[in-house]
């Protein structure tokens, strides 16, 4: 499956965005396969954001954007969706949409879309 994000932007503090991702292909439900975002500011590592298990609809957010960001997923269209309020500075980065089994298990995406880029200006 290949994975194309959009939706990033500049926005001031404060603001919203929301990114999309969609699969070019239909999502086959299996054990805790899971569509995701990951970030990466500059000259820090990549990380985690938040992750939607396909099966059930759980999801699962970092602690630092937890209660302001919002994942979703509409599964006719093979996307996944994060909606993102209260943004702030440190919310800056390269945004990636990831999918596969060990999202949520072990943080790691097996499918990467490319990046979009979120700046919050203060």
């Known amino acids: 499956v290949q994975l194309q994000a959009s939706g990033g932007g500049l926005v001031q503090a404060g603001g919203s965005l929301r990114l999309s991702c969609g699969a070019s292909?239909?999502?086959?439900?299996?054990?805790?396969?899971?569509m995701g975002w990951f970030r990466q500011a500059p000259g820090k590592e990549r990380e985690f954001v938040a992750a939607?298990?396909?099966?059930?609809?759980?999801?699962y957010y970092s602690d630092s954007v937890k209660g302001r960001f919002t994942i979703s997923r509409d599964n006719a269209k093979n996307m996944v969706f994060l909606q993102m309020n209260s943004l702030n500075p440190e919310d800056t980065g390269l945004y990636y949409c990831?999918?596969?089994?060990?999202?949520?298990?072990?943080?790691?995406?097996?499918?990467w879309g490319q990046g979009t880029q979120v700046t919050v200006s203060s």
């Open positions: 292909r239909r999502i086959v439900i299996a054990l805790n396969y899971a």
């Open positions: 990831a999918a596969g089994r060990r999202i949520i298990t072990d943080r790691i995406g097996d499918t």
């Open positions: 939607v298990k396909w099966s059930n609809d759980s999801t």
